[in-house]
């Protein structure tokens, strides 16, 4: 199998929820949620893609890295690579029932832990999005991270401990799908959440705690103070609110304030080894992959999964080579032209 075909089979079968465009940038499906677009105008998610593009690399070959060191410990997680699986649920309402939700999250999931990493997992309005997650980390423990929605916070710590039963390495929320309207009206609220709900929700769980979807500083500094082990620099793909700006934007004013402090993670238009580069020469520790994995997951299952992840990877070997960048713990922001 190669990548071309996983691409044309993902075409197929989506039928047109996603087109499979030669960029993944959000300019055909903006307004498409569901679906793989995004919210309104579909700014987010475009300024996702415009921003990282417009930063430069330096290429620099007059030295003697020609091996350089991309495995690396987040979270106390062993990873062939700072690049993590991101959470996608919703198969049947967003990705044309192109799979089931148990076929796809085992399909990213073991994709992931072929290539050497981890991948995270969805929740929703049905019990199956979640509980698909928790079954997939029970057949490869360890290599699954569930993010809760920011549902009500004994629930969120009912459900971490599933996953940390289940032999989730962390669990998670997206807090910044506080205003959901598809979880209210199906009964099951969601909202924003306090330093203190925070707090709590550390105090009562017993593996490291992920929180998806931070854009400010003063958020960051929250879930620092809070505990919190890791954030996401997340606006989930352009899928929670239309304007904001590019991840890739507030990475580094964020990564300055709180790093060392917090494991900071980032997503968004992330499409190959130069992004990845990109992002963590700008703060990050490493990035989680949206919607390159899921086309892979459609169309190869875990194969094409995998061949994803590896096509990155073996981009980020290329570019820390020619530019002169030894180990993905310590890249220069002077890689940045
Ligand atoms: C169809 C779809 C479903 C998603 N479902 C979830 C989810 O259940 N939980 C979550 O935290 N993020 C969810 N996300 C957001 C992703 O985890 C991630 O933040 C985003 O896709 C990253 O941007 P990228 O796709 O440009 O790489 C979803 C994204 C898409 C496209």
């Known amino acids: 199998m190669d990548l071309q075909t996983v691409r044309k089979m993902a075409k197929e079968k989506l039928g047109g929820v ?8 959000g300019v055909v499906c903006a307004g498409e ?3 793989m677009g995004s919210l309104g105008t579909g700014a987010s998610f475009k300024n996702n893609v415009q921003a990282l593009a417009e930063f430069k690399l330096n290429l620099r070959t007059v030295h003697d890295i020609s091996n350089p060191k991309l495995s690396c410990s987040i979270l106390g997680m062993e990873l062939a690579a700072p690049i993590i699986g991101a959470a996608i649920a919703g198969v049947a309402l967003n990705l044309n029932a192109a799979m ?3 076929e796809y999250t085992a399909a990213v999931i073991g994709g992931c832990r072929q290539a050497g990493t981890v991948c ?3 929740d929703g309005p049905k019990p199956q999005f979640f509980e698909a997650g928790i079954s997939a980390v029970k057949e490869n423990p360890g290599f699954g991270i569930p993010i809760i929605k920011p549902r009500e916070t004994a629930k969120i710590i009912e459900m971490a401990n599933l996953a940390a039963e289940a032999g989730a390495p962390a669990f998670g929320i997206d807090i910044d799908a506080a205003a959901l309207v598809n979880m209210t009206n199906a009964g099951q609220p969601v909202s924003p959440k306090t330093q203190a709900d925070l707090e709590y929700i550390k105090k009562n769980t017993t593996i490291p705690f992920i929180v998806k979807g931070i854009m400010t500083i003063d958020e960051a500094e929250a ?4 505990g919190v082990d890791a954030i996401v620099v997340s606006n989930h793909g352009g899928r929670a609110l239309d ?4 991840t890739a934007e507030v990475l580094p004013y964020i ?3 709180v790093k060392n402090r917090i494991t900071v993670l980032v997503d968004g238009g992330i499409r190959s080894g130069a992004d990845v580069l990109k992002m963590l020469a700008l703060g990050a520790d490493a990035v989680l992959l949206g919607r390159p994995l899921a086309i892979g997951a459609i169309g190869g299952n875990s194969e094409g999964a995998a061949l994803v992840v590896n096509k990155v990877i ?3 070997r290329t570019a820390m080579i020619l530019t002169g960048s030894a180990d993905v713990s310590n890249i220069s922001e002077e890689v940045i032209w």
């Open 18 to 25: 996603c087109r499979v465009c030669p960029v993944c940038n």
């Open 33 to 35: 949620v569901p679906g």
């Open 100 to 102: 089931t939700e148990e």
């Open 120 to 122: 995270m997992t969805g």
């Open 223 to 226: 879930c620092c103070a809070a």
């Open 243 to 246: 304007h904001t700006p590019a």
């Open 255 to 257: 990564a300055e304030a």
């Open 314 to 316: 073996s981009e980020l």
